[in-house]
């Protein structure tokens, strides 16, 4: 891997008596494409913020390439940040814009000219130099926006949901090319977003954070398949998380049955969370089912039906091309891979069950609350 | 339903009818060929032509102008940075500092006009008493210990009832800033006052000129604050048409306030525009990433820009200029001699004023009051700074008997011997220590002999029943009551409680009884001109401008006698510049100065060759003979003079019993 350029070390930051940033301890690589994930006021915006020079954290540092940093002002970091809703200056055109930077910093007349025009290249803009702001989509909007970031050749680029504002399509788009820009300029992105899906599509690293808090930091795989808690499975992607007991390595017990797995490591009889991906879930007739089920909804979804399942009153998304009517009693099968052990957390039984409230369900697990709370961290 | 529509059009055009029928009114009667705002004689430019000729008005045009602009640019300045540090405040101490922002805007004008002044008033008393200390410990620096009100004050006070409506139309657009916008700033490599300078600024800029723009033409509009705070040596324009209409609304005023109005309707009208074009920009900019292509094509209409190099070289040369004019205009005002003169509006043959200034080099800086009360005030407030006053004889008793005149040095007033015994030693200056005569008149009844069967005779006609609905009187107690007193055949001075009271008993009986159209000071050339009223008591001279314009109207002075009435010059304690006021005075006093004042007022002159050259005076200039009976008017001849007396001042208990009779009258 290569070399670490920006560190955090054990930042906090606090408004008033309210914690932002809880202790974060964070290193981000150079040339990587890291995205901070997370639900809105989850920390990450704040993060970015240190990292631009906005923010100076309550207590804790910031190294830029082992350089203590921390109350060194934005315009004197060589990273550059686009803005969520583009924040172009309305009273410059096009060019203008972009060259923004390099006129602060006293470049050459013709110098401007040259980078800008290959900035706007880059963002698929050539030859809009003259065009007012106003007169752009808010897609075009953006690349203006990047490239009025990246034609100061800083090192990091900081992006605080830069798509949040457009629509799905262009969002798609602009993801594809955010990545090229990436490759094709080689420097770090550091990219803020709620959206899961971007974070996996484009990023080398994702750290996923809640309340102050990293909960996990991987790749995109290790965050979607290895989530560390029921917060992480919850968040990336759809997860059906069902309280379960460690039998021994390789056995976890749910619904009093015996369901072979991949996972070890737990005590015997430890109580874990065990989580199953709608997709991972096969369909089979109620004779061959591991478990069986009543179908209580079904939803048409294109490439897939999304069907609720209740289990003895706890009910399961099940992903799946086969259709099963409304009412139908089936049986489900889970391969040992389809099945991912994560050891109880402060967030396990907040998240995974798609059902409403039902009395059954809260009957069946009334042992497993105790066990739940006296493990609590 | 269409009929409906027609009614409705109609009643829109009556509203609008209503609300600009005065303004088109008086526009229209400053192209009138003749001085009525009755009468149509044509149509002409005259007005105009004759206002750009007019000193006293083209120097408080500069006066207005000057001060309006400077005002504008420091409390633009001043005003937005003001709300910059608003916008960085915690929500609740914003709001608290804009709500005490909002306060001076609603807060009536009087009141901050007399606030300022007795605050200025108060800070000069105590300067005075810092700069004597100051003076005495030390003698490196002199200080002035004399500070007046003048054109700083007058500044100051602009710019304190401007900054407000700078800030109140800067803040908004501080707020809608996007706030990304500074970070994005700062980020690109900018210090805080670069991104200030180059990103703050520009998104705010047209808040601030709209600011500027409100402030500037509210301070041309202000007349009471200004009124208050400007002093003896400056005036603004308002407050100079303020002035003139002491004697008439003459056209040279509806003329001004034309242009007055046509220039505050065009800022407005710029300022609704821009605002209209902003918003419409703003919702195409929200419509933008919808609707591409439309956009995009739009803009590309835009007037090129100018460079900003040449925009800055053209701010920095009128910013120099603007400073420069105002610090020649100070400069001017310390070096040269000057002399505070204040008087009635249409009081002097202006020309008189510019050949004082290139015989002696002394500047006059020449003000106008409406009335002798409103000049008492004013000097008793502090707010008059002036050298040389021209008061009626008994507000000059008042003056002299609460020591507030200075005694004249009749050495430098040779031209004293000019005037006429019987205009020497009057009762309100009996051994003629402190005035010199400027002119003098008589009090009698205007009436339209149209409209009356016979001659008017006597005073009795003003509550006569005959007449009623038809009759003008006096809107001032001390006229007024003449009046009555005179018709009831007891002293014009009386101090009598009893003949005082069955004096306003008769005039509140008259009221009573319908006899009066209503109660008037200048309105009555409106009125007697167009014929609108029978009968009115006024001043000879102002007869002789109203026949003018209606031959209808005749004057006497009835059978019971009148008043008979003296202004002069005085000069006042401390005057600042005595003996410039000492040559003034005595310019004044001249034969040829008396003429044409004369000639230009109609009011009777106390110098006796003057008086007596008149005729042949007006024959040259005219080419006409001087009707006999017109000079009889203006100078009313010996015998009757004999019938007529003079005001005194009253003793401050029948003062106080004129105000209260006054008021159960009800008038006002």
Known sequence: MSKELIRLSDCVVRFDDEIILDHLNLYINDKEFLTLLGPSGCGKTTTLRIIGGFLTPTSGDVFFDGQRCTDVPPHKRRVN?????????????????????????????????????????????????????????????????????????????????????????????????LKRIQREVGITFVYVTHDQEEALTMSDTVVVMDKGNIQQIGTPEDIYNEPKNAFVADFIGESNIIDGIMLEDKVVKMYGKKFPCLDGGFAQGEPVDVVIRPEDIDIVPVDQGQITGTVTEVTFKGMHYDIIVDFQGFKWLIQTTDYSPEGARIGVKIDPDGIHIMRKSRYSGMFGDYSSYSEAYDELNVDADAVTEGSDE | MKKNSALSRAFTFLVFLFLYAPIILLIIFSFNQNNSNVVWGGFSLNWYRELFHNRIIMRSL?????????????????????????????????????????????????VTGVAMCLFFVAFFAGWKDFALWFNSVQTLFELPTRLTLGFPTLLIAHITFNIPYVLLSVSPKLRQLDKNMIDAALDLGCTWFQAFWKVI??????????????????????????????????????????????????????????LLFVTVLLLLAIINIREARQEKLALRQQAAPASLPAAAGNPGRRKPRAPSWLAKAA??????????????????????????????????????????????????????????????????????DYDVIVPSDYMISQLIEEGMLEKLDYDQIPNFSLIGEQFRNLPYDPTNEYTVPYTWGTVGIIYNTTMVEEPITSWGAMFDDKYAGEVLMFRNSRDAMATALLYLGYDLNTTDEAQLREAAGLIADA???????????????????????????????????????????????????????????????????????????????????NLRNMDFIWYASPNKEALEQYPAYYEALYEEELDQETYDIIAAPQEVLDR??????????????YNELWIKLGIQ
């Open chain 1, 81 to 177: 940040t686009v803005f969520q809703r583009y924040a172009l200056f309305t009273h410059l055109n096009i060019f203008e814009n972009v060259a923004f930077g390099l006129r602060i910093a006293k470049t050459p007349e013709d110098e401007i000219a040259r980078r800008v025009e290959e900035a706007l290249e880059l963002v698929n803009l050539p030859g809009y130099g003259k065009r007012r702001v106003e007169s752009l989509s808010g897609g075009q909007q953006q690349r203006v926006a990047i490239a009025r970031a990246i034609v100061n050749r800083p090192q990091v680029l900081l992006l605080d949901e830069p798509l949040a504002a457009l629509d799905l399509k262009l969002r798609k788009d602009m993801q594809v090319e």
């Open chain 2, 62 to 110: 500069y006066t207005t102008l000057l001060v309006s602009l400077l005002a504008t640019v420091i409390a633009t300045i001043a005003g937005t940075f003001a709300a910059i540090g608003f916008y960085g405040l915690r929500r609740r101490t914003r709001n608290v500092l804009n709500t005490v922002n909002n306060i001076p805007m609603m807060n009536a004008d009087i």
């Open chain 2, 201 to 258: 600024l520009p998104q705010i800029k047209p808040g601030i000129v709209s600011g500027a723009l409100t402030a500037f033409t509210m301070s041309i509009d202000d007349f009471i604050i200004s009124y208050f705070t400007a002093g003896s040596s400056s005036s603004t324009l308002s407050m100079t048409i303020y002035g003139m209409t002491k004697k008439r609304v003459s056209p040279e005023i509806n003329a001004i306030s034309t």
């Open chain 2, 315 to 384: 701010a920095g040369i009128a910013c120099t200029g603007v400073l420069a004019t105002a610090a020649v205009g100070a400069f001017q005002n310390t070096r040269q001699p000057v002399v505070n003169v204040c008087s009635w509006g249409e009081y002097i043959d202006e020309d008189l004023i510019t050949q004082f200034e290139e015989e002696t080099g002394i500047l006059v800086n020449y003000q106008t009051v409406e009335s002798n009360e409103a000049l008492y005030s004013l000097l008793k407030v502090g707010a008059g």
């Open chain 2, 511 to 593: 009221k009573s009884r319908g006899v009066y159209q209503a109660f008037v000071m200048d309105e009555i050339f409106l009125k007697m001109e167009g014929g609108n009223a029978a009968i009115g008591a006024y001043y000879a001279g102002d007869y002789l401008t109203a026949v003018e314009n209606n031959p209808d109207l005749a004057f006497v002075i009835p059978e019971e006698g009148s008043n008979w009435f003296v202004d002069a010059m005085c000069v006042l304690k401390d005057a600042p510049h005595y003996n410039e006021a000492m040559a003034w005075i005595n310019f004044i006093a001249s034969t040829e100065a």
């Open chain 2, 644 to 657: 007529c007396q003079s005001y005194v001042v009253l003793p401050k208990e029948t003062r106080r019993l």
